[in-house]
């Protein structure tokens, strides 16, 4: 049988794999695109949370001591993040966390950054929303803020705001094409070139290959569409350069998987995840209060009753990112929107979570104001032994349990702590609204932005890939995905992520060409 071969092996296809898989099929590789989740076009997204349905697509990953909700099809998390698109300060590049030294590579600053963060911005592309784009939310929360003292501004978001209809089903995938996930850009693109992409496989592992010219085997499972623990064939790949973008809850349990295969790894590989240090909050606005300290009025005369109406983000303040000030005292304050199937998450408010008192809690639930701190942490999380496959043992659709262990240290329980100080100030004042966290009980911390479990850095003991994000030790083998981030941002990281996508190209497509591909360089950003 003649083995199955490419010049590019692309595992993952959100902003980590689609971004690479685009220039090296436009310059004239072969690629191929590996995807554990299905394919969906925009008409099969549904308006529903009923199991079924967003659970084809979006995984709940429990740890010890941390949830992750991460993207399951292709497009990755791109199809099912809010689509905030914000550079991270320049500070963030100078942080040193708990280790002592400086965690980016030096090659990498906010300044160097700018120029990649360009081509995202223009790619995808990025709308500068302005208060007309603002939900009743992030209305309150602006009303709040700046009658607390503070500023409160529209966040950038990667929506088409013509196409948008405000109807806040993010989670589930965009049925109108408003929401720019890669499906509308750089996938595309990289197929019209010749790119591949395959769903439903599941990478086991990387090893060296024995066919002439590739540098690596890779082994998958094809997954059946209707019950993703069971397979329907098993394979094997040969490429010359591969680069890995499964996310960061899965990329370092297939890389710990390979280790033997590639004759060991970098012990910073499953160690120093990070959940970008987010901390959720509810705010039980009064209704009352709303009308007389707010002077909010909607048009039906209610003052505010509009949790679910909107995008899930649309305002933030950015007031605590002061550059001069102690590194795990920054953060952002950011309105968000949470669905109720994410009471299986946490409790609140208050941990009222059972009988009559949950029922009044839930009656009350369109005078919510949720909200989402993202701060300093102390990148604590570290990945045990990987399961006998998959990256994570499947014990329900949608719904997963990792050897991920996540117990916040005090430098980040003090991150937390000053950014729950500053919301209370904000939003308790004169008696505008009950505030509380997300409890802990049931699953830890929650986190929607996994980072941090493979990440770039320039002293080998602290870090698993070089400044242009090869894995130490094993020539054209790439991180792109959140693995690579070496620290958490203070805020929401895809665009982050998608930058650094693009800057690893060049060494990509260098890499390729050392192993005999002819690829060209100085390709455009898709539909440019």
């Known amino acids: 049988m003649t083995p199955q071969t490419t010049d590019v092996l692309v595992i993952g296809s959100g902003f980590g794999g689609a971004i690479p898989a685009y220039y090296l099929a436009a310059g004239g590789a072969r690629v191929t695109v590996l995807e554990r989740g299905p394919r969906l076009s925009s008409s099969d997204f549904t308006h529903s949370m ?59 600053t906010r300044a160097s950054l700018d120029l990649w963060y360009d081509r995202v911005e223009e790619a995808l592309p990025v709308s500068r929303a302005d208060w007309n ?13 700046h009658r607390a003292g503070h500023t409160c501004n529209p966040v950038p978001l990667a929506v088409d705001t013509q196409a948008c209809t405000n109807c806040n089903w993010m989670l589930s995938g965009c049925r109108f094409d408003a929401k720019r996930s890669m499906l509308l850009n750089y996938l595309p693109a990289a197929e019209s070139y010749g790119a591949v992409i395959r769903p439903l496989h599941e990478v086991q592992a990387i090893g060296p290959s024995l066919e002439a010219g590739y540098r690596y085997a890779v082994t998958y499972q094809v997954l059946d569409p209707d019950d993703y623990t ?19 809850v899965s990329t370092p349990v297939i890389l710990k998987r390979s280790a033997l295969f590639l004759g060991g790894i970098p012990n910073a590989v499953g160690r120093y995840f990070s959940g970008n240090g987010d901390r959720v909050s509810v705010a039980d606005i009064d209704e009352d209060k709303a009308r007389l300290l707010l002077g909010l009025n909607r048009p039906d005369g209610s003052a505010y009753q509009g949790l679910p109406i909107g995008r899930p983000i649309t305002a933030a303040t950015f007031d605590y990112l002061d550059a001069s ?12 929107y949470f669905p109720p199937i994410t009471n299986l998450l946490a409790q ?61 240290t005090a430098r980040t329980r003090e991150a937390w702590n000053k950014s729950d100080a500053a919301l209370r100030e904000i939003l308790t004042k004169d008696g505008l609204a ?42 054209g083998l790439f991180i792109t995905d959140g693995s690579a981030v070496p620290t958490s941002l203070t805020v929401n990281p895809s665009l982050t992520i998608a930058a650094l996508a693009e800057r690893a190209v060049a060494a990509i497509i260098s890499r390729t060409r050392g192993a005999g591909v002819a690829v060209r360089d100085g390709i455009p950003i898709p539909g440019r």
């Open 50 to 108: 009923q199991l079924g349905t967003y659970s084809k697509i979006v995984d709940v990953i429990q740890g010890n001591g941390t949830a992750v909700v991460a993207g399951n099809c292709v497009g990755g998390g791109s199809v099912v993040y809010f689509a905030a698109s914000l550079r991270a300060p320049s500070f963030i590049f100078e942080r040193r966390g708990s280790i002592g030294h400086r965690l980016w590579p030096a090659a990498l």
């Open 133 to 145: 784009d603002v939900s009743y939310a992030g209305g309150v929360l602006a009303a709040a803020c």
């Open 230 to 248: 069971c397979t329907t064939q098993a394979g094997v790949i040969h490429a010359r350069t591969v680069v890995l973008a499964a996310g960061a």
């Open 325 to 336: 000030t102690p590194e795990f005292s920054r953060f952002t304050l950011q309105q968000i």
């Open 348 to 408: 609140t408010p208050g941990g009222r979570w059972f009988g009559a008192e949950k029922r009044q809690m839930r009656a009350r639930w369109r005078s919510w104001l949720t909200l989402l701190a993202m701060t300093e942490d102390d990148n604590e999380g570290t990945f045990g032994t990987p399961p006998p496959t998959g990256s994570f043992l499947r014990v329900a659709p949608g719904l997963g349990q990792s050897t991920l262990t996540y117990q916040p």
């Open 434 to 475: 009950h505030v509380e966290p997300w409890s802990e009980d049931l699953s830890g911390t929650v986190t929607a932005h996994p980072l941090s479990s493979a990440r770039m850095g320039d002293n080998p003991a602290t870090s698993a890939l070089t400044d242009m994000n090869e894995l130490r030790g094993n020539t």
